[in-house]
Nanobody, 127 residues
Framework: QVQLVQSGGGSVQAGGSLRLSCAASGITYDNYCMGWFRQAPGKEREGVASIDSDGSTNYADSMKGRFTISQDNAKNTLYLQMTSLKPEDTAMYYC?????????????????????RGQGTQVTVSS
């Protein structure tokens, strides 16, 4: 059974940085997709970034150059390094993962439909 346990997040001023972590267990398949999505109050969920089992990454346009997704396979941990944070980045952030045989579909809004999710962590950016 896949389990995703998140840590990190918190409050930061605009321009600051935060790192989110997502410890994964139970992912035994070779082809997978992992990623992050977020949801702000009153807004729809939004895909943030994704990474597939080959290490290929994909970012939402508004995150490119500011956010970096990475994975430490030895620690079975997914990360999201966020820099140059803006108040509009304030949201609950979730990690997600699932088996995905065709890694071309790992990215964008497809992160929202991955079958396994972490518990969420709040990121608040003040101006």
């Amino acid at each position: 059974q896949v389990q995703l346990v998140q840590s990190g997040g918190g409050s930061v001023q605009a321009g600051g940085s935060l790192r989110l972590s997502c410890a994964a267990s139970g992912i035994t398949y070779d082809n997978y997709c992992m990623g992050w999505f977020r949801q702000a109050p009153g807004k729809e969920r939004e895909g943030v970034a994704s990474i597939d089992s080959d290490g290929s990454t994909n970012y939402a346009d508004s995150m490119k150059g500011r956010f970096t997704i990475s994975q430490d396979n030895a620690k079975n941990t997914l990360y999201l390094q966020m820099t140059s944070l803006k108040p509009e980045d304030t949201a609950m952030y979730y990690c997600a993962a699932d088996y995905l045989p065709d890694r071309r579909y790992c990215g964008g809004s497809n992160v929202l439909v991955l079958g396994y999710r972490g518990q969420g962590t709040q990121v608040t950016v003040s101006s």
